[in-house]
């Protein structure tokens, strides 16, 4: 059984940067996409990032609202995913779950309902 276990989240000042790690158990790591997405209260899961497996061309997506900003890295030797943020906003507090799928499409990486696990989520709140 696939499991996914983020950390690294906190209270962070506006400008501050933060890393999120994701260690990704259960499974073969390398043959999974994986993905970043976050959730603000009274809002509906928002993807941010993904980067794909080796086997599906391992290249990085990202959505508009955070690129330039937020970064994805994976390594596969130590079964963990990264997010790199810098630039933090009030509007970044939320919280932010890794996810993995290994038949992601390049068509579905934005949509949530396509990776198959889920962790459990880490809380970022950024404060003005």
């Known amino acids: 059984q696939v499991q996914l276990a983020e950390s690294g989240g906190g209270l962070v000042q506006t400008g501050g940067s933060l890393r999120l790690s994701c260690v990704v158990s259960?499974?073969?790591?390398?043959?999974?996409?994986v993905g970043w997405f976050r959730q603000a209260p009274g809002k509906e899961r928002e993807f941010l990032a993904v980067?794909?497996?080796?086997?599906?061309?391992?290249?990085?997506y990202y959505a508009d609202s955070v690129k330039g900003r937020f970064t994805i890295s994976r390594d596969d030797a130590k079964n963990t995913l990264y997010l790199q943020m810098k630039g933090l906003i009030p509007e970044d507090t939320a919280v932010y779950y890794c996810?993995?799928?290994?038949?992601?499409?390049?068509?579905?990486?934005?949509?949530?309902?396509?990776?198959?696990?889920w962790g459990q989520g880490t809380q970022v709140t950024v404060s003005s």
């Open positions: 980067r794909r497996s080796s086997g599906s061309g391992g290249r990085t």
């Open positions: 259960g499974g073969t790591f390398s043959r999974y996409s």
């Open positions: 996810a993995a799928d290994a038949g992601l499409i390049l068509s579905s990486i934005q949509n949530q309902h396509q990776y198959d696990h």
